[in-house]
């Protein structure tokens, strides 16, 4: 694993001493506060409020919270401890639909214990501890070669423009799109980043904005009503987000307002990456149309961090997530390399 020298200033998620430690992601930019868990119920809780969040990272998390809800286990079969497991899979599994990791890992997990049913019980709890730290270990190397890969798209000059969060926060990295940004920059490119304040939730000024300010990149925030103008005016090179499923056309679910972006970048004949790890990659679901989008609650709109911005009783729609059609995106970068369209075919 070649970790360059960008090193996140925060341990996104970690798993020390049979617990899993977070940073808590709804208190930043303004506190840096971990927290610790000990039960699948707390992990869901901090899947659920996003306060660990970023497809990557809730894959990690689901497979830490499994080992949450089965360490302990007293069944003395492994009818009984499948029980056990099932129950907490399909508990976590069903916390936040989009993002395909979350249950990508947690079918991981339980497949390695089908694979390991002959085990004793506590033989089969260590094997199953040591895959969830596999799957994190992973992530990490997937994000250094998504960077290696992206950075090749990348001039020394370029500004680029990102969307949500797909760096070392939402990941157990340094990111996605953002590892390609940490790589090049790394590779002695001058590279200046426009973020997206990604409303409603504000993962672009509160977490991007912080985490690449924290490692002494150049970010300037822009509401999302202001990409056009910044890219009329000439300003963006390139776009590069993350994902939280890709469908098997190519068709890539991501944070609400990444379509809108996609088709800003294609007027504007700017190149539009998708950055994402394989286990984004759905290949169960043929095209976007099937991609599950979580919706939210109302007040997260009306009522964003506290301070009411639309009237009682009003009708809110709110997605947490959008389709950009396979059509409008320049290619996919992953940690196998970068794969330009057809993508099915390719
Ligand atoms: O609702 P969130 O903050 O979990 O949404 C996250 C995103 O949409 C990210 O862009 C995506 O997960 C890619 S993260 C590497």
């Keep these: 694993?070649?970790?360059?020298?960008?090193?996140?200033?925060?341990?996104?998620?970690?798993?020390?001493?049979?617990?899993?430690?977070?940073?808590?992601?709804?208190?930043?930019?303004?506190?840096?506060?971990?927290?610790?868990?000990?039960?699948?119920?707390?992990?869901?809780?901090?899947?659920?409020?996003?306060r660990v969040r970023g497809a990557p990272a809730i894959g990690v998390a689901g497979a830490f919270g499994v080992c949450l809800g089965i360490q302990t286990s007293t069944s003395t079969s492994y009818p009984a401890f499948k029980q056990e497991l099932d129950t907490v899979a399909d508990y976590l599994k069903n916390c936040r639909p989009t993002a395909v990791n979350l249950s990508w890992a947690i079918e991981r997990m339980r497949r390695t214990s089908e694979d390991n049913k002959s085990l004793p019980i506590d033989k089969l709890i260590n094997i199953l501890k040591a895959e969830a730290i596999r799957i994190f270990e992973e992530d990490k190397l997937m994000c250094r070669q998504m960077g290696e890969f992206g950075a090749t798209l990348i001039q020394d000059g370029w500004t680029v423009l990102t969307h949500c969060n797909a760096g070392g926060l939402a990941t157990a990295d340094y990111g996605t799109a953002l590892a390609v940004i940490y790589k090049a920059v790394e590779q002695g490119k001058n590279i200046k980043v426009y973020a997206d304040e990604t409303r409603p939730l504000l993962q672009g000024a509160r977490l991007t904005a912080w985490e690449l300010m924290q490692n002494?990149?150049?970010?300037?925030?822009?509401?999302?009503?202001?990409?056009?103008?910044?890219?009329?005016?000439?300003?963006?090179?390139?776009?590069?987000?993350?994902?939280?499923?890709?469908?098997?056309?190519?068709?890539?679910?991501?944070?609400?307002?990444?379509?809108?972006?996609?088709?800003?970048?294609?007027?504007?004949?700017?190149?539009?990456?998708?950055?994402?790890?394989?286990?984004?990659?759905?290949?169960?679901?043929?095209?976007?149309?099937?991609?599950?989008?979580?919706?939210?609650?109302?007040?997260?709109?009306?009522?964003?961090?506290?301070?009411?911005?639309?009237?009682?009783?009003?009708?809110?729609?709110?997605?947490?997530?959008?389709?950009?059609?396979?059509?409008?995106?320049?290619?996919?970068?992953?940690?196998?390399?970068?794969?330009?369209?057809?993508?099915?075919?390719?």
């Excluded at 899993?20 to 709804?26: H, S």
């Excluded at 599950?292 to 961090?305: D, Q, V």
Aim: include cysteine.
């Design 1 to 50: 694993l070649d970790k360059g020298n960008t090193d996140m200033p925060v341990n996104t998620i970690e798993w020390i001493n049979n617990k899993v430690r977070i940073i808590d992601q709804t208190e930043l930019p303004l506190k840096t506060i971990y927290k610790e868990y000990s039960t699948p119920q707390e992990v869901w809780e901090a899947i659920k409020k996003l």
């Design 216 to 346: 002494g990149i150049d970010v300037t925030v822009i509401c999302d009503n202001m990409a056009a103008m910044v890219m009329g005016q000439g300003k963006i090179n390139a776009v590069f987000v993350g994902a939280d499923r890709i469908a098997r056309n190519g068709d890539t679910a991501n944070k609400i307002g990444t379509y809108g972006v996609a088709i800003l970048a294609k007027h504007h004949r700017i190149p539009f990456y998708i950055v994402a790890p394989s286990s984004t990659i759905d290949p169960n679901i043929p095209d976007g149309a099937h991609i599950p989008i979580e919706e939210r609650a109302a007040e997260e709109i009306t009522c964003g961090f506290g301070k009411q911005t639309a009237p009682d009783g009003v009708k809110v729609y709110n997605p947490a997530f959008d389709v950009t059609p396979a059509g409008l995106i320049t290619a996919w970068v992953t940690d196998k390399g970068i794969l330009q369209p057809p993508f099915d075919k390719n």
